[in-house]
């Protein structure tokens, strides 16, 4: 281990212990309050030009294994603990999470007051920052920190999505047989657009009776707009991802198209974003976003509050309420989590009903979905 030096754009300089890839990366810092799972979260592709800053003091004690990535490689540019655990201890470990971080060129940073950072973090809103173990200089790190770009700037979504189509083989997770079960090839074809896809989102998906296959975010609307009319897709479902959704034109205008034609559609984070600002309706940027496993939302239809798991910086605005009806609410800042679109076979969510990490109340959702594929 090493030291890592660490400047925020507040002018807040603090030194570290580096655990991961040694370097020097520029970011946006928020904080994440899941208790487990941080494989999973270090893996899911929403997190592309972020440094997370774990809640949970104790990282690393379970190790890493090749069925908890949720993508094929770490996103984040890094993660920030309390406490690194190099040696883990669980059955089901592969490897440890520093051998992970380097391999994926992703800085670990450890020894250092995370509760600090949140509530810096929580107080004055998520902040672009720089990591590095190789500039120890507090104003050399200001410069290269002010000279890069900020995260809404980058389109990480290029560097996220899948560069060929496939169609995925695989459902949940089988507790008994500690495996994912297999794919069983279905009527019910779908076609998700891959703006960031977590793989368990997928699973999910092809759980509920789907047949699902993946496309690379720069997709023409009008060749799935062919292959539904022709019977060879019932619906398309569009993923969560990284970044600023209204900075995505080209993808906004061909989603305009797909709403045009009445196809049946569900789209989770990003996709929910992304579902609001081609119907006319622009997001906007929480403080601090929500990031973890414990959000309580409301189910506006049953009366049931559900825990669920989040991850986002960007919300769809109130007045969505003109044209489509509020299903879900964030019981934290009654923000709207999700929303059905009036007078059309469209619907959508801000959490994660997949819930890796996370509780599991939501995964009801993509039997939703199932039902109204044609």
């Known amino acids: 281990m090493q030291k890592v030096w660490i400047y925020i754009e507040n002018g807040t300089f603090l030194e570290a212990t580096s655990f991961g890839a040694t370097g020097t990366a520029v970011g946006e810092i928020v904080f994440n309050t899941s208790l487990t799972g941080y494989q999973e979260i270090i893996t899911d592709p929403s997190y592309a030009g972020q440094f997370v800053t774990f809640t949970m003091p104790e990282i690393g004690n379970v190790g890493v294994n090749k069925d908890d990535m949720e993508s094929s490689g770490a996103h984040c540019k890094g993660v920030l603990v309390r406490n ?154 569009l993923s969560n991802g990284p970044g600023d959704p209204l900075t995505l034109t080209e993808e906004k205008a061909q989603i305009q198209k797909l709403i045009d034609k009445d196809i049946p559609m569900f789209a989770i984070c990003l996709g929910h974003q992304m579902l609001s600002i081609a119907h006319g309706f622009d997001t906007y940027k929480l403080k601090f976003g929500q990031h973890g496993g414990n959000h309580p939302v409301a189910n506006s239809e049953t009366k049931v509050v559900e825990i669920t798991a989040q991850n986002h910086n960007y919300n769809v605005p109130d007045n969505i309420t003109e044209i489509a009806d509020v299903t879900h609410m964030n019981l934290f800042d009654n923000t709207i989590e999700g929303v059905k679109y009036k007078n059309k076979p469209i619907f959508s969510v801000q959490h994660h009903p997949e819930a890796s990490p996370g509780p599991h109340e939501s995964k009801y959702i993509f039997d939703e979905f199932a039902k109204i594929v044609k």
């Open 84 to 237: 690194y655990h190099h040696e883990h201890s669980n059955f089901r470990a592969q490897g440890d999470l520093e051998s992970l971080l380097k391999e994926q060129n992703v800085l670990g940073i450890c020894n250092i007051d995370t509760r600090y950072l949140t509530k810096m973090i929580r107080d004055e809103g998520a902040m672009m920052m720089i990591a590095s173990t190789e500039i120890s200089d507090k104003d050399q790190l200001a410069k290269v920190l002010s000279e890069s770009p900020r995260i809404e700037d980058i389109n990480y979504i290029k560097e996220v999505t899948t560069k060929e189509s496939y169609v995925h083989k695989f459902g949940a997770w089988n507790h008994d047989n500690l495996a994912y079960d297999k794919a069983v090839m279905s009527d019910k074809k779908i076609v998700a657009i891959d703006f960031g896809i977590k793989r368990n989102i997928l699973n999910e998906l092809v759980a509920s009776g789907l047949e699902v296959e993946v496309i690379p975010a720069s997709f023409k609307a009008d060749d799935l707009i062919a292959r539904y009319e022709a019977g060879e897709i019932g619906g398309v479902f």
